[in-house]
């Protein structure tokens, strides 16, 4: 029998194994475990010439026959780490489940939810042979043009931190080595969305208090609920390239928190220096600084496995930044068991943990809260003496739209969109049709596309995304034709329309910034042709980002905001207009009138002079933590019961809330605070607490809501993290907007 040397033998401890091995390993390898390349690239190649530690884009059993090929034709044999973007769901995987995407789980408030799909996904994903997901995405967002709005969970930090924690304990698990748990990885480390004019992967004009203050917060948050693993940003900061800035990745990330797991660039990123960014005259120096700076694995750019080796025979690296960044990849490796009884994925399990029911039921319950009713004028929930609805709009059986971005129709897939089975995702229009069952008359008609020349749309779509545009070509020849003249006639015969309006995959995304957030194409001549039938009108919205829809907001006798629900999101969109169950969802962020209004963030500053634009009004369309439910509650009797509050203690207040309608219903209780006076300027509000009540009709419940010291402090003018005495305000209610709070006060003592 073979000898176990000590890193192949489990009875040994992990830092015993790791020092074992790097002991064992020459420079090349060392370098090699720091490489992450496209595994549909020659990757035996890469694995034999560069000894090359990590791949994506290799899923299922090629995953696992590159496993065997390191194991077996590798001096060492250590074991490749395989990384995906599950961002919602294992949505790369054709039968895989598809949740709603992260704004939308946002506006759940719900951070079991968010722990939830995690949890699926990873179980999902760990079956495929995957170890590692690039998620969750941590962004603050500050421009709605951006175009990857959707992948973020808003405006507001704290909430952001909250529900990313939950992420990354949904994915991780209590222990690694368990096969149903994979990697997190937050992204994109930092500042990301504050970029200038909403510009993908361009320049933030950020200082360091504003990124401490803001844009670090809920990373801080991801770090200390273990995430193993963090992403570099495309972006540059204050002229410095996220990927070579040594004070974000080497200062705060890994000496100030104390951050042990290990940073990946993102795709890329190190030829993205010289390419594009043009802070780098070459790939060499580009590596050089990539390392000095802390990241500890480049992403996609195969020449840096020979620069980095030949700059520390050259003596222009040091060896000890290898060391460090190669421990750092190893020592998860080692905690995740693929060392040992994890190298191999059980690839049988297939079947029995992808797109279980329960996984669509986690699914759909998700998608039920995180719809938002923004305006309703009686006509919802839907009567029963209604008994012919139009469901009209280019989005009301789009597969595509429904799912959003980083699906299996994505350039960055692994799978073929036209692989993924239409009967497992129900549309708007599948679900209205199945709800309303025999006793209602549906008729459909798309109206319009999302573009005015649908042509475009596809060339779009092909021009990105191999074998899109032909998936999508499909899609749109399946769901019948587009006619307002049609939609019209359909519309003033039915006792109901609901039009189905938003975006769609050549406006969501990487390289998709818009300058306009109103309806594309046709779609408000359709609202308003259908308006003029006199038929009550409902508008759903589903949308990668809040669009600027003040006609809808004023016209329509209804309107919901659903961003992109899911699989089963069509389902539970036609519960709730049906009133099976009440809307629950608030807003995760502001909603603008115009494009030109922005920003409109509830978070912003004071002391603006005129507090408006003089042709907008001051207050966003929609504000942060807006929804409306078919109940309503009432908040009174708010008591502060710490009027003062010192180091160490928490800021606690109660409120008493009543639902004084006649359903059962959740709302989200939302605490805000303010710094009255404060050494530096702080938002007129910032969110520290939330709850979810459930009442039953007439049901009251008091409610605490509790707030850590250091949730209170500000960063000052020396860019600390302090907590200032003075006079706070409390603002406790159903939204942002200052006539639903109730207000009190306390003292920093």
Request: proline share 5%.
């Amino acid at each position: 029998m073979k000898h176990k040397m000590v890193y192949q033998d489990g009875s040994y401890s992990v830092e015993e194994r790791l020092n074992d091995l790097m002991a064992l390993m020459t420079i090349e390898e060392k370098v090699g475990q720091m490489c992450q390349l496209d595994g549909r690239n020659d990757p035996e190649k890469w694995i034999r010439e560069h000894h090359v530690g990590s791949f994506l884009h290799l899923i299922g059993e090629p995953a696992n026959e590159l496993q065997r090929y390191a194991a077996e034709h590798t001096r060492l044999g250590i074991p490749l780490i395989f990384g995906i973007d599950a961002i919602h769901g294992h949505c790369f995987w054709p039968t895989g489940t598809v949740f709603p995407t992260q704004l939308a789980l946002s506006c759940t408030w719900n951070t079991d939810l968010a722990a939830e799909m995690a949890r699926i996904t990873a179980k999902e994903t760990a079956c495929t042979g995957m170890h590692w997901t690039f998620s969750p995405v941590l962004g603050t967002v500050r421009d709605l043009r951006w175009g990857r709005v959707d992948e973020t969970f808003g405006e507001d930090p704290y909430l952001i931190g909250e529900l990313g924690a939950a992420m990354v304990r949904g994915y991780q698990g209590d222990d690694l080595t368990d096969p149903e748990h994979i990697l997190a990885c937050p992204k994109h480390y930092a500042g990301y969305p504050g970029s200038i004019g909403g510009r993908d992967s361009y320049e933030a004009e950020l200082t360091r208090r504003s990124l401490r203050s803001l844009y670090l917060k809920p990373f801080h948050k991801a770090a200390q609920a273990g995430a193993a693993t963090f992403m570099s940003g495309y972006h540059s900061i204050d002229g410095v390239v996220c990927t070579a800035n040594r004070w974000l990745l080497r200062d705060v990330l890994k000496e100030e928190w104390g951050f042990e797991g290990f940073v990946i660039t993102d795709w890329f990123n190190v030829g993205h220096m010289v390419e594009d960014q043009k802070v780098s005259p070459d790939l060499t120096d580009a590596t050089r600084r990539a390392v000095e700076a802390g990241n500890d694995m480049s992403m996609t750019t195969p020449e840096f496995c020979e620069l980095a080796v030949a700059l520390v025979k050259a003596g222009k690296l040091d060896e000890a930044l290898i060391d460090d960044g190669c421990r750092r990849v190893l020592r998860l490796k080692f905690m995740l068991g693929l060392f040992d009884d994890r190298r191999y994925t059980d690839l049988g399990k297939q079947a029995e943990w992808i797109g279980r029911p329960e996984h669509r039921q986690a699914a759909l319950e998700t998608a039920y809260q995180s719809a938002v009713l923004l305006k309703n004028e009686g006509v919802l929930p839907i009567s029963p003496a209604v008994k012919k609805i139009a469901v009209l709009g280019p989005n009301a059986d789009d597969v595509v739209a429904q799912l959003g971005d980083w699906v299996s129709w994505e350039a960055h897939g692994e799978a073929d969109g036209r692989d993924r089975p239409r009967e497992l995702t129900t549309t708007i229009l599948d679900g209205i049709r199945a709800r309303g069952g025999k006793k209602i008359e549906v008729t459909f008609n798309r109206g319009c596309s999302t573009l005015a020349d649908e042509e475009v749309q596809l060339r779009l779509m092909d021009a990105f995304e191999a074998g899109a545009g032909l998936f999508y070509e499909e899609m749109l020849s399946k769901m019948g034709p587009a006619s307002i003249d049609t939609a019209v006639q359909l519309a003033a015969r039915a006792d109901l329309a609901i039009v189905v309006v938003g975006d769609n995959r050549p406006y969501i995304g990487e390289f998709r910034d818009r300058a306009n957030l109103d309806l594309s194409g046709e779609q408000q001549a359709l609202l308003e042709a259908v308006k003029a039938t006199g038929t009550p009108l409902v508008v759903v919205v589903l949308s990668s980002k809040p669009l600027s829809i003040p006609w809808a907001a004023q016209e329509a006798d209804a309107l919901v905001q659903a961003f992109n629900p899911g699989m089963p999101g069509g389902e539970a969109i036609a519960g709730l207009l049906f009133g099976d169950r009440d809307f629950t969802g608030k807003l995760t962020v502001s909603f603008p009138y115009h494009v030109g209004q922005l920003p409109v963030y509830y978070n912003h500053f004071p002391g603006w002079h005129g507090g408006k634009y003089v042709d907008m009004p001051a207050e966003p369309l929609y504000a942060f933590g807006f929804g409306l439910h078919y109940t309503t509650f009432v908040y009174r009797d708010l008591r502060i019961l710490t009027p003062v509050v010192h180091a160490g203690e928490t800021a606690r207040v109660q409120v008493t809330v009543r639902n004084t309608g006649g359903l059962a219903a959740t709302e989200i209780v939302q605490m805000y605070i303010n710094d009255v006076v404060s050494s530096v300027i702080t938002p007129v509000k910032e969110l520290k607490a939330f709850a979810r009540v459930a009442l039953d009709p007439g049901q009251e419940k008091t409610v605490e809501l509790v707030v850590p010291y250091v949730e209170l402090a500000l960063v000052n003018e020396q860019l600390e993290t302090a907590v200032e005495p003075g006079v706070f305000s409390v603002m406790v209610g159903s939204s942002s907007r200052d006539e639903d709070l109730l207000v009190g006060e306390f003292e920093v003592g």
